[in-house]
C-alpha cells in the first residue's frame, strides 16, 4: 500500500516540476512582449491571451503536487495543536464532504468543457487575433483528473493515521533550511551571531 502511495506522490511531483517551466516560459514571453512593444513597438495583440494560458497551465497543474506536498494553505492556528488522530477525521471529513465531489465536478465538467472547445476549434475573444484555446482547456479535465488520484491518495493516508496514530511518509522534495542543523554544520553559535549583529546595527540611522 505504501508503495502506490508513494507512486503517486511520485507522478504528482513529476508532473508540478514538469509544469514548474512555465515560470520559465511565462518570464521570457513577457519580457519579449515588454521589448517588442517599446522597443520595435511591434506588440502583438495575442501576448495577453498566451500570459493567460501560461499561468492558468502552471496553477491548474502545479495543485495535485501541491497537496502531495501538504503546502496548501490552511487555518491551522488550532489544527497544529490537534494530536495526528484528529488531524486526521478533520481531514478526512473535508475531503469527503467538499473535497472529491469539488474535484469530481471539475473533472467531469471539464472534460465536456473541453471537448465542446475541440469539436469547434475554439480560439480566444478576449483579444484580436485570438490563439485557439482548445488545448489550453484539455488542461482542466487532465489537472483535475491527477488532482483526484491524489485526493485519493490523502484519504487513504488519513484512514491509516486514524488506525495507526501517526501519519504515514510522504515522498520527500525541497525542504527549507534546518537553521540549527546548519549553525551545527557550520560550528556557528549564538554568540557569533550576536557579535557580527553588531557592524550591521552600529551605523543603521535612526
Not at 502531495?68 to 491551522?76: E, F, P, Q, T, W
Not at 488542461?139 to 488519513?158: D, F, H, K, T
Request: aromatic share 14%; charged share 20%.
Amino acid at each position: 500500500m505504501q508503495k502506490t502511495l508513494l507512486f503517486v506522490d511520485r507522478l504528482s511531483t513529476w508532473v508540478g516540476q514538469a509544469f514548474s517551466f512555465c515560470i520559465v516560459l511565462l518570464t521570457l514571453h513577457v519580457s519579449w512582449e515588454v521589448f517588442s512593444r517599446y522597443a520595435l513597438d511591434n506588440p502583438r495583440a495575442w501576448a495577453f491571451d498566451g500570459m493567460i494560458m501560461l499561468y492558468g497551465t502552471l496553477f491548474m497543474m502545479a495543485g495535485a503536487y501541491t497537496l502531495a506536498k501538504n503546502s496548501h494553505v490552511r487555518g491551522d492556528v488550532l489544527y497544529g495543536f490537534f494530536r495526528p488522530r484528529t488531524q486526521a477525521t478533520l481531514d478526512l471529513i473535508l475531503y469527503i464532504v467538499f473535497f472529491i465531489p469539488g474535484v469530481f465536478a471539475l473533472t467531469y465538467a471539464g472534460y465536456y468543457y473541453a471537448a465542446d472547445s475541440w469539436r469547434i476549434h475554439e480560439t480566444s475573444n478576449i483579444t484580436a487575433e485570438g490563439p485557439p484555446i482548445y488545448p489550453f482547456k484539455t488542461v482542466i479535465p487532465l489537472a483535475g483528473a491527477i488532482l483526484l488520484a491524489q485526493g485519493i491518495v490523502e484519504i487513504i493516508r488519513c484512514v491509516i493515521c486514524i488506525k495507526q496514530g501517526h501519519w504515514p511518509s510522504r515522498e520527500q522534495d525541497v525542504e527549507e533550511v534546518d537553521v540549527e542543523k546548519l549553525k551545527q554544520e557550520l560550528n556557528v553559535k549564538d554568540e557569533d551571531i550576536e557579535k557580527l549583529d553588531v557592524y550591521v546595527t552600529k551605523d543603521k540611522p535612526r
